[in-house]
């Protein structure tokens, strides 16, 4: 099995992805070197991805880059950031051979062209275990307006870009385990596989969203830091909660058939993750310019709750009973983690 050596990956794969940032050197410098603009504050996020646990070793290597920098991009529109550019940790088994590492490399290349980012920087190394990535990406936000998790209020309408649940089911497809019609598969997993960074959106939502985050650990998790935070803020020690209306959860057309067919998949809806989409609170009387913003950007918004002094998330149906459900999300050192990111 043939792999280029360190530096001819470097040279040959990573490189020709910095050519637009001079301070990258072409990647022939332990640093790269950036000048912040005047009036803009750099934002930084790290995430890692590693095999058998956010990707499945058939999925296609294009595809694997592409949702390493989509995941991160994803951070970046969280906090209204634009991207500037991104940091690369390969760790590298044996059988991550030249073809696989070509077709790695061609899937940063799409994202970078769609994106406007470049590859400016980073390390590659040899490991004995699964394949493991990580990547740093770097963006930029007018001084002091980047939104974050913190300063939901009581009152404040919850909402979501896009569609929930796209992912967890498709990562059940990917598993053939989800028994819809072929097209309705197909849709799923790419959901799974190639995340949407709403970068369209979140600098929109600068002055409007109060908090604001992307889903990765699955909705009512996600929500559930909101609502602590917002206590945190509030000088409420018991944080603040979130009421949900089930019904109001916007589902693609390939999930609402997923879940008439199996109606507990509702659950991996509310509790999956690997949704990109973003979540965030805004007073009620904004709902119309959060929904002007959305349309210039070309993502569908939908209220889905509104927070509440009460603490904890619930999920209430359409007669306001609590159909909460056990799970809540993905924890990374939890029971799960041994049998993939995703159940």
């Known amino acids: 099995m043939s792999r280029r050596g360190e530096f001819d990956l470097i040279a040959e794969l990573f490189a020709p992805l910095a050519?637009?940032?001079?301070?990258?050197?072409?990647?022939?410098?332990?640093?790269?070197v950036l000048e912040v603009p005047a009036g803009r504050s750099l934002v930084a996020t790290t995430d890692a991805i590693v095999a058998g646990v956010h990707f499945l070793a058939d999925d296609?290597?294009?595809?694997?880059?592409?949702?390493?920098?989509?995941?991160?991009?994803?951070?970046?529109a969280a906090m209204g950031a634009t991207p500037w550019g991104m940091l690369l940790t390969a760790c590298l088994p044996r059988d991550v051979d030249d073809p696989w590492l070509e077709?790695?490399?061609?899937?940063?290349?799409?994202?970078?062209?769609?994106?406007?980012v470049d590859l400016i920087g980073g390390d590659t190394v040899a490991t004995p275990g699964p394949a493991t990535f990580s990547l740093t990406a770097l963006g930029l936000?007018?001084?002091?307006?980047?939104?974050?998790?913190?300063?939901?209020?009581?009152?404040?309408?919850?909402?979501?870009?896009?569609?929930?649940?796209d992912a967890a089911l498709g990562l059940k497809a990917c598993r053939g385990s989800l028994g819809v019609a072929a097209a309705e598969a197909r849709f799923l997993i790419d959901r799974y596989r190639l995340p949407q960074p709403r970068l369209?959106?979140?600098?929109?939502?600068?002055?409007?969203?109060?908090?604001?985050?992307?889903?990765?650990?699955?909705?009512?998790?996600?929500?559930?830091?909101?609502?602590?935070?917002?206590?945190?803020?509030?000088?409420?020690?018991?944080?603040?909660?979130?009421?949900?209306?089930?019904?109001?959860?916007?589902?693609?057309?390939?999930?609402?058939?997923?879940?008439?067919?199996?109606?507990?998949?509702?659950?991996?809806?509310l509790a999956g993750g690997d949704d990109y989409e973003l979540l965030f609170?805004?007073?009620?009387?904004?709902?119309?310019?959060?929904?002007?913003?959305?349309?210039?950007?070309?993502?569908?918004?939908?209220?889905?709750?509104?927070?509440?002094?009460?603490?904890?998330?619930?999920?209430?149906?359409?007669?306001?009973?609590?159909?909460?459900?056990?799970?809540?999300?993905y924890r990374h050192f939890g029971p799960e983690t041994a049998e993939g990111k995703r159940q």
């Open 60 to 76: 296609p290597p294009d595809l694997v880059a592409r949702k390493l920098v989509r995941v991160n991009l994803s951070d970046l």
């Open 141 to 165: 936000v007018p001084t002091g307006t980047a939104l974050l998790r913190r300063g939901a209020c009581v009152g404040d309408v919850i909402v979501v870009s896009g569609t929930i649940g």
């Open 19 to 32: 050519a637009s940032t001079p301070g990258a050197y072409g990647l022939t410098d332990d640093a790269a």
């Open 281 to 329: 609170t805004i007073a009620p009387e904004d709902m119309g310019r959060v929904e002007s913003a959305a349309a210039i950007a070309g993502v569908a918004v939908t209220a889905i709750g509104r927070m509440v002094a009460a603490p904890g998330v619930r999920v209430l149906d359409a007669d306001g009973g609590d159909v909460t459900p056990a799970r809540r999300g």
């Open 200 to 269: 369209g959106l979140g600098p929109r939502l600068i002055g409007l969203a109060h908090a604001c985050l992307d889903v990765s650990d699955g909705l009512l998790q996600d929500l559930g830091h909101v609502c602590t935070l917002a206590g945190l803020g509030a000088g409420l020690g018991a944080g603040l909660g979130a009421d949900l209306k089930a019904d109001l959860i916007p589902l693609s057309p390939a999930a609402r058939a997923a879940i008439v067919s199996a109606p507990e998949r509702m659950e991996s809806v």
């Open 103 to 116: 077709s790695f490399a061609a899937g940063l290349k799409a994202d970078r062209a769609e994106f406007g």
